[in-house]
């Protein structure tokens, strides 16, 4: 899960999602875009990206490596469970307009087949979305009405460890010894019949 290229695509759905602009679909962090009157902004932010078991680790062959040393290429993978926030915020508090109810259309849609189909082509899937939840917070001596969504994904990470390239192994010479009860080496052979002391 490559969160730069994620995120774009996220911000698409959404805008899909609740008819919102794209423009005006952003992270929490950004800049914020100037909001027409009436029209909602839809922010979004990661509240974690836990893992689920242990990664696993797999090597690559690549047989027209430029040099033996990189033959190899070790490379770390595994499930991400992402929690993703989802912010409304809206000044028209019509109903049917206000923050609630743009972010009940993410809860409403979010499993049409289309929507996990756009969900499908980033990588991830949806593993489940909370109900909307009146958020509202004060700024500059007024109420932002604000409505908050919670979505979880599934998703998979996936490190290649460059620095970590190895040559394989071509060949491999055995050689041994063996040594009698005296502390001796014996022959390399021992004749039919033979017996070791």
């Known amino acids: 899960m490559d969160l730069a290229t994620i995120e774009p695509g996220l911000l698409a759905w959404l805008s899909t999602l609740t008819g919102t602009p794209l ?3 952003v992270k929490a962090n950004a800049t914020r875009p100037v909001v027409p009157a009436g029209a909602a902004l839809v922010l979004i ?25 990189t ?5 770390l993978h595994g499930d991400r469970r992402p929690a993703l ?11 049917g307009y206000d923050a609630s109810a743009v972010a009940q259309r993410i809860v409403d849609r979010c499993r049409a087949p289309s929507s996990l189909a756009a969900l499908e082509a980033l990588n ?7 109900g909307v939840r009146r958020t509202d917070y004060p700024f500059n001596g007024r109420m932002v009405a604000k409505a908050t969504v919670e979505l979880t994904l599934n998703a998979v990470s996936h490190y290649t460890d460059t ?10 010479e055995v050689g041994a010894t063996v040594t009698g009860s005296a502390g ?9 019949g033979g017996t070791f002391s």
Not at 163 to 172: F, H, K, M, P
Not at 187 to 192: F, Y
């Open 184 to 192: 001796t080496a014996l022959p390399d052979t021992v004749d039919s």
């Open 85 to 95: 926030q989802v912010d409304v915020e809206v000044e028209d508090q019509r109903a």
């Open 124 to 130: 991830v899937a949806l593993a489940g979305v909370t």
């Open 23 to 25: 423009a005006l679909c």
């Open 71 to 75: 033959e190899l290429t070790p490379s």
């Open 163 to 172: 620095a970590g390239q190895t040559a394989t192994i071509t060949s491999v």
């Open 45 to 69: 932010q990661w509240v974690s990206i836990p893992q689920v078991g242990l990664d696993a680790e797999e090597w690559e062959y690549d047989e027209d490596a430029p040099t033996a040393v």
